[in-house]
Antibody, heavy 123, light 110 residues
Framework: QVQLRESGPGLVKPSETLSLTCTVS????????WSWIRQPPGKGLEWIGY???????NYKPSLKSRVTISLDTSQNHFSLKLSSVTAADTAVYYC?????????????????WGQGTLVTVSS | DIVMTQSPLSLPVTPGEPASISCRSS???????????LDWYLQKPGQSPQLLIY???NRASGVPDRFSGSGSGTDFTLKISRVEAEDVGVYYC????????FGGGTKVEI
């Protein structure tokens, strides 16, 4: 059974860098895409970005200047760094696996999610 | 970015009765390969979201057949033929063209 688990500090100070890791078990990092998604308290979902097993990344344009997603295939985990955080970055952060469920399409769906971790930005 | 708009925001339902949620995208999600790049997710209270429907109308593994997705282009619908108590939560549509964008969510409650 595929499982994803987010880990990292639950409290980050304004202007500092948020760092989270998603550890994957029951599956290999390759050959999937892996995403980070966040959800501010009481609000909807926002995709942050993804990384492919070969290191290719794609980020939401409005976050691109502050986001870095990386992976460590030897540890079977991938990570998120979000710099210069503000209170607006307070959210539950989820990691998720993308899978192409129909070979004839290029569409990727989020078929496995972590349980999420709350990160609060506050001094 | 593609903007996804869901309606209604809140949907009171009665067990055993049907329910329907609408999702509209600001650009077509129908590609030349014939697929609609639209997924539906359900976030049950206190849980992570789970995939219900992919490519507009395909039920994900383990999803009951009372859930169905339809529509094409910019207008999509998620239908529950007979609502059960376990179906409560927030439903999100998501365009699977990059950058991925979610609708604002529809809260289904009994």
């Amino acid at each position: 059974q595929v499982q994803l688990r987010e880990s990292g500090p639950g409290l980050v100070k304004p202007s500092e860098t948020l760092s989270l890791t998603c550890t994957v078990s029951g599956d290999s990092i390759s050959p999937h895409y892996w995403s980070w998604i966040r959800q501010p308290p009481g609000k909807g979902l926002e995709w942050i970005g993804y990384i492919y097993y070969n290191g290719h990344t794609n980020y939401k344009p409005s976050l691109k200047s502050r986001v870095t997603i990386s992976l460590d295939t030897s540890q079977n985990h991938f990570s998120l760094k979000l710099s210069s955080v503000t209170a607006a970055d307070t959210a539950v952060y989820y990691c998720a696996r993308q899978t192409r469920l129909v070979l004839g399409s290029s569409a990727e769906s989020f078929d496995y999610w972590g349980q999420g971790t709350l990160v609060t930005v506050s001094s | 970015d593609i903007v996804m708009t869901q309606s209604p925001l809140s949907l009171p339902v009665t067990p055993g009765e049907p329910a329907s949620i609408s999702c509209r995208s600001s650009q077509t999600l129908l590609l030349s390969n014939g697929y609609n790049y639209l997924d539906w997710y359900l976030q049950k209270p206190g849980q992570s979201p789970q995939l219900l429907i992919y490519l507009g109308s395909n039920r994900a593994s383990g999803v009951p057949d009372r859930f169905s997705g339809s529509g094409s282009g910019t207008d999509f619908t998620l239908k529950i033929s007979r609502v059960e108590a376990e179906d409560v939560g927030v439903y999100y549509c998501m365009g699977t063209l990059e950058p991925f964008t979610f609708g604002g969510g529809t809260k289904v409650e009994i």
